[in-house]
């Protein structure tokens, strides 16, 4: 089992910067890769960054490139995602997802998830 617990979701307003940040917990020497996912009102869930613990290769969102950047502490046990130049759009819960499966790519699939940090930026 993995836990995951995010923390560093707020209000912010447009062109402000936040970081999140996702503890991790239990079996995670197998984990490939941690993901930041969101979901805005009426949306489906999309994947923004991903990043492998092992090599240290990411992905982003086309959207987010260039102003989000994923991290990680392997002696933590810590991925973390730095928001800047925030806009109205990047408003969602934000997830923190674990993939321990084989065979898979920063793409997931995943299967821990956190229970969600809230992030709200006004215009």
């Known amino acids: 089992q993995v836990q995951l617990v995010e923390s560093g979701g707020g209000l912010v307003q447009a062109g402000g910067s936040l970081r999140l940040s996702c503890a991790a917990s239990?079996?995670?020497?197998?984990?490939?890769?941690m993901g930041w996912f969101r979901q805005a009102p009426g949306k489906e869930r999309e994947l923004v960054a991903a990043?492998?613990?092992?090599?240290?290769?990411?992905y982003y969102k086309d959207s987010v490139k260039g102003r989000f950047t994923i991290s990680r502490d392997n002696a933590k046990i810590t991925v973390y995602l730095q928001m800047n130049s925030l806009k109205p759009e990047d408003t969602a819960v934000y997830y923190c997802?674990?993939?321990?499966?084989?065979?898979?790519?920063?793409?997931?699939?995943?299967?821990?998830w956190g229970q969600g940090t809230q992030v709200a930026v006004s215009s």
């Open positions: 997802a674990a993939d321990t499966l084989p065979d898979s790519d920063l793409m997931g699939p995943y299967n821990y």
């Open positions: 239990g079996r995670t020497f197998s984990s490939y890769a």
């Open positions: 990043i492998s613990w092992s090599s240290g290769s990411t």
